[in-house]
């Protein structure tokens, strides 16, 4: 009997220490995921502060910049209210259905502006008149228009496509914010040629766009060209698509009797124009506008040859990357040296061939080429900035 007495007293003492030593265990791992638990909470104390001091440093930010906009912000407020009536507005639009010939895209981003302080961001015919102003518009002379029709429906709430040429900050751009959607276009990749339609429409859906492959049956052209381009400083910019020239007034293209400003001058690698199906190295487009608003391209084929003493000026002056107008201390610059003595050419009615492909663009191309050496030609710093041939639709090439 003392010997099962024994054993049932063994076995109830080794249970009692094993319970023993489970409790003490499940206390132990119940204190370290305590410990851990605190030490999580603590750490997440101290991400949650570093939040609220980043948070409360950018409020302070923000304060300050309102405070800044608040004169700006009183003064658009006080604009606004004097439009209100909409006789400012009213006048207007009396004065350009009052004007002859075709309304200019100045004209109509005025009317735009008009529109949008008297009728707000909210009125069809507000966004219906920048986007006029932007069709309108002649790409590399009149940025500053384009600009100020996206920036001002951007800023406005508006879904409209910004030119990334036109961000309005360009802090704001580097850091990804955009008050609207940015439109590249390029010569290559995703938003090459052969895209641009998805963005700028005319390009894609226009019926007499630029340029074209030059070949016969001509008709025959009774336009005769005068050219009297004048000696002026040098305003050269990379644009980071083509390198420019701006010209100030006074350098003029005569089209029979009808008078065009030169405005600037750019090139395409290789020619945009073809003959015969054939490209030369390069051409240089000479862009001209008359008093209505009327474009005229003058285009000089440049073919590989002799060295061009006009064109190394131009390549030693020019901007080596994409950024402002540089205007050269000290050197002078004649187009004309670029444009040859004889005006024999082909002409055809068509459009810009950049964005956003604008028609209405008469062009006048050269027939006798000017020399450009194997080494400019490759020293230009863009190995291809030329729209490809388009569908001439019918469309007659003249000649003489």
């Known amino acids: 009997m003392k010997k099962y007495l024994r054993l049932i007293l063994e076995i109830v003492l080794g249970l009692l220490l094993a319970g023993a030593l489970a409790f003490g265990y ?8 305590v410990m851990h638990e605190l030490t999580d909470a603590s750490e997440g104390m101290d991400e949650a502060k570093e939040e609220l001091e980043k948070l409360t440093k950018e409020l302070e930010e923000a304060k300050e910049k309102a405070e800044e906009l608040e004169p700006a912000a009183k003064q658009l ?99 990804g914010k955009k008050g609207g959607h940015a439109v590249h276009w390029d010569y290559a990749g995703e938003m090459g040629p052969e895209n641009w339609g998805d963005e700028f429409p005319t390009c894609g859906k226009g019926m007499k766009q630029s340029p074209l492959n030059i070949t016969g049956p001509f008709e025959k052209s009774k336009d005769t060209l005068v050219v009297n381009y004048k000696e002026g400083p040098l305003k050269i910019v990379n644009n980071g698509h083509t390198i420019q020239v701006n010209v100030e007034p006074g350098s003029t293209l005569k089209i029979n009797k009808e008078v065009y400003n030169l405005l600037q001058f750019h090139f395409h690698r290789p020619s945009e124009e073809q003959i015969d199906g054939k490209p030369m190295a390069m051409v240089i487009h000479f862009v001209h506008k008359n008093a209505e608003g009327k474009l005229a391209v003058l285009g000089v084929l440049l ?12 390549w030693n002056n020019a901007p080596k990357s994409e950024g402002p107008e540089v205007v050269v201390e000290k050197v002078k610059f004649n187009p004309g040296n670029l444009v040859p003595a004889a005006m024999t050419h082909y002409s055809y009615e068509g459009s810009l061939t950049t964005p956003p492909c604008t028609e209405g663009v008469n062009f006048y191309i050269l027939k006798t080429t000017v020399d450009i050496a194997k080494k400019q030609v490759v020293d230009f710093p863009f190995k291809r900035n030329a729209r490809p041939v388009q569908p001439a639709n019918g469309r007659k090439i003249n000649a003489n």
């Open 26 to 33: 499940w206390s132990y791992t119940g204190k370290n995921h």
């Open 77 to 175: 407020a006080a604009v606004k209210d004097s439009f209100s009536n909409g006789v400012v507005l009213q006048d207007y639009e009396a004065f350009i259905k009052a004007q002859k010939g075709p309304v200019t895209s100045e004209r109509q981003l005025g009317l735009g502006a008009l529109r949008l302080l008297t009728k707000g961001p909210e009125d069809a015919e507000t966004v219906s008149a920048f986007q006029k102003a932007l069709e309108m518009a002649e790409w590399s002379s009149r940025l500053k228009s384009i600009c100020a029709a996206q920036n001002a429906l951007a800023a406005a709430g508006q879904k409209v496509k910004v030119l990334a040429d036109c961000a309005a900050d360009k802090d704001d751009k580097a850091h």
């Open 303 to 314: 073919n590989e040859g002799k060295d061009n003493a006009e064109i190394s000026t131009l």
